[in-house]
């Protein structure tokens, strides 16, 4: 349950929301408001704080706090992308090494970079876990089990009661991030030749492992808020003889969507009906605004064509490398696979994060990341509304860590992101997100990075370049 200041604050960021107070409006008095609810003073200022860091509201010296923000003033969102005519064979990895070859450099602000940043993660007690892994495991010195960790299994069964699971232990292989979980299970169900089915945008890292498997791509049309088009998806399937498909249905990137559970159920219908696998990409499933964790696909699965597929790298530890799948039917070809491959997976990082979970300490962490995100997400798009040309539109997740704009016509994003990169400030123009001669008036930008005066001027810096390629 919420803490008595959050559960304040959400009161007051409703009316703001809903303009029963609006943008002007003096909000009570710390006074005033601790004697009409019946509350400390001191939770009223927490609650008045909590808001201020969300951008919502500022104090005005000896006059009080004063609504600043209101979502009703963000720009619209962006538009639905276009079916395709036929699939793909796919040659992004030219472009793609370009824009992502200019992450080093300490000087350079990052909001190319969908991951969290080392100051919002538990450095000091993931130190503590990994002590403890290495007077556990001896050092780690031996192979780890084929099928992973034992007890780090054990943890992320556990933990998929949040999403309505019913797994076991049994039901889950380790990887080495989330991406290896991906090529194991495209490996398992797919064929070179085979064509797959992906979001459009789409994650660009998913164009490169399509392309080293020598498989082709057909690009589903998305919306920004409910994900894939079923109904497109249904017919497309026969049509393009499509073999598999591989959406994030939590959050994607770089779009943000969040598939509803109806179109859950919906989309595992039809890849049973066709018998074919969906691979969930569900990374991004912890990082959620709301009051619940989002639902997953594989909890509707029956049939064990679900391959889910996740990591510790967006909540926990990037460095780590540490993923799984639940590949369902697939299962003992994704061993086979990785006992190919790789033989195991590192026994320390697995046995650090598992001790991590069966401590507890997990779920604080992921309290404390989510908060900081969602005010990040609303400073953002704060500033994107106060600083870019009055056409942007930008989309609004509810999770995850990037937001999709999309600017006038006439901007050319990867030119943008040039003049961009030339004074230090990187993002990820639109274009890598497909195969097709599309999304070149889009950006991506990821609010991973702390809110701060160089994160505004940096925001600001992008949209004067727009504004003046406009």
């Given at each position: 349950?919420?803490?008595?200041?959050?559960?304040?604050?959400?009161?007051?960021?409703a009316m703001i929301e809903k303009e029963v107070?609006?943008?002007?409006?003096?909000?009570?008095?710390?006074?005033?408001?601790?004697?009409?609810?019946?509350?400390?003073?001191?939770?009223?200022?927490?609650?008045?704080?909590?808001?201020?860091?969300?951008?919502?509201?500022?104090?005005?010296?000896?006059?009080?706090?004063?609504?600043?923000?209101?979502?009703?003033?963000?720009?619209?969102?962006?538009?639905?992308?276009?079916?395709?005519?036929?699939?793909?064979?796919?040659?992004?990895?030219?472009?793609?090494?370009?824009?992502?070859?200019?992450?080093?450099?300490?000087?350079?602000?990052?909001?190319?970079?969908?991951?969290?940043?080392?100051?919002?993660?538990?450095?000091?007690?993931?130190?503590?876990?990994?002590?403890?892994?290495?007077?556990?495991?001896?050092?780690?010195?031996?192979?780890?089990?084929?099928?992973?960790?034992?007890?780090?299994?054990?943890?992320?069964?556990?933990?998929?009661?949040?999403?309505?699971?019913?797994?076991?232990?049994?039901?889950?292989?380790?990887?080495?991030?989330?991406?290896?979980?991906?090529?194991?299970?495209?490996?398992?169900?797919?064929?070179?030749?085979?064509?797959?089915?992906?979001?459009?945008?789409?994650?660009?890292?998913?164009?490169?492992?399509?392309?080293?498997?020598?498989?082709?791509?057909?690009?589903?049309?998305?919306?920004?808020?409910?994900?894939?088009?079923?109904?497109?998806?249904?017919?497309?399937?026969?049509?393009?003889?499509?073999?598999?498909?591989?959406?994030?249905?939590?959050?994607?990137?770089?779009?943000?969507?969040?598939?509803?559970?109806?179109?859950?159920?919906?989309?595992?219908?039809?890849?049973?009906?066709?018998?074919?696998?969906?691979?969930?990409?569900?990374?991004?499933?912890?990082?959620?605004?709301?009051?619940?964790?989002?639902?997953?696909?594989?909890?509707?699965?029956?049939?064990?064509?679900?391959?889910?597929?996740?990591?510790f790298s967006k909540s926990l530890a990037p460095?780590?490398?540490?993923?799984?799948?639940?590949?369902?039917?697939?299962?003992?070809?994704?061993?086979?696979?990785?006992?190919?491959?790789?033989?195991?997976?590192?026994?320390?990082?697995?046995?650090?994060?598992?001790?991590?979970?069966?401590?507890?300490?997990y779920e604080h962490h992921m309290r404390n990341?989510?908060?900081?995100?969602?005010?990040?997400?609303?400073?953002?798009?704060?500033?994107?509304?106060?600083?870019?040309?009055?056409?942007?539109?930008?989309?609004?997740?509810?999770?995850?860590?990037?937001?999709?704009?999309?600017?006038?016509?006439?901007?050319?994003?990867?030119?943008?992101?040039?003049?961009?990169?030339?004074?230090?400030?990187?993002?990820?123009?639109?274009?890598?997100?497909?195969?097709?001669?599309?999304?070149?008036?889009?950006?991506?930008?990821?609010?991973?990075?702390?809110?701060?005066?160089?994160?505004?001027?940096?925001?600001?810096?992008?949209?004067?370049?727009?504004?003046?390629?406009?």
């Amino acid at each position: 349950m919420d803490t008595l200041y959050m559960q304040v604050a959400d009161r007051l960021q409703a009316m703001i929301e809903k303009e029963v107070i609006r943008i002007g409006d003096k909000l009570p008095s710390v006074r005033s408001l601790s004697k009409e609810q019946g509350i400390s003073m001191s939770t009223v200022f927490q609650a008045y704080y909590h808001l201020e860091s969300k951008g919502f509201i500022e104090p005005r010296p000896k006059s009080g706090y004063y609504v600043c923000f209101s979502p009703r003033r963000l720009p619209e969102m962006p538009s639905i992308s276009r079916p395709v005519k036929k699939a793909t064979e796919v040659n992004v990895s030219e472009m793609i090494t370009e824009v992502f070859s200019h992450h080093a450099g300490e000087d350079l602000l990052r909001f190319s970079v969908a991951a969290p940043t080392e100051d919002l993660l538990p450095s000091a007690k993931l130190s503590k876990s990994m002590l403890a892994a290495m007077r556990n495991t001896g050092g780690g010195l031996n192979y780890e089990n084929l099928q992973g960790n034992l007890n780090l299994r054990r943890q992320i069964a556990r933990q998929s009661l949040q999403w309505g699971g019913s797994i076991t232990e049994h039901d889950i292989v380790t990887t080495t991030g989330c991406m290896d979980a991906l090529t194991l299970c495209l490996s398992a169900t797919t064929q070179p030749g085979d064509v797959i089915a992906l979001e459009s945008p789409a994650y660009c890292g998913t164009f490169q492992l399509a392309e080293s498997l020598g498989l082709k791509v057909l690009e589903v049309p998305t919306n920004p808020v409910c994900g894939v088009d079923l109904e497109y998806l249904d017919k497309a399937i026969p049509k393009f003889k499509i073999k598999a498909c591989v959406f994030v249905t939590n959050f994607s990137n770089p779009i943000g969507s969040c598939m509803p559970d109806k179109n859950k159920r919906e989309l595992v219908k039809i890849v049973n009906k066709y018998d074919i696998p969906l691979i969930e990409d569900d990374i991004y499933s912890d990082i959620y605004f709301g009051k619940l964790r989002p639902s997953s696909c594989k909890q509707y699965d029956r049939n064990g064509n679900v391959l889910l597929c996740n990591s510790f790298s967006k909540s926990l530890a990037p460095g780590y490398r540490v993923g799984w799948t639940i590949p369902g039917k697939y299962k003992d070809r994704v061993l086979r696979l990785k006992l190919n491959h790789s033989v195991s997976s590192a026994t320390l990082p697995q046995a650090a994060i598992a001790h991590f979970l069966e401590n507890g300490r997990y779920e604080h962490h992921m309290r404390n990341l989510r908060k900081m995100l969602h005010t990040q997400c609303l400073r953002y798009q704060q500033a994107i509304a106060d600083y870019f040309p009055e056409d942007t539109c930008v989309s609004r997740p509810q999770g995850g860590y990037v937001l999709w704009l999309e600017l006038n016509q006439s901007v050319n994003t990867i030119e943008l992101y040039e003049q961009a990169l030339r004074r230090k400030v990187s993002f990820a123009p639109g274009r890598i997100f497909s195969l097709q001669d599309r999304y070149n008036n889009c950006l991506r930008i990821s609010y991973a990075t702390p809110w701060s005066k160089q994160v505004e001027d940096g925001l600001k810096l992008i949209g004067k370049l727009a504004a003046q390629m406009g």
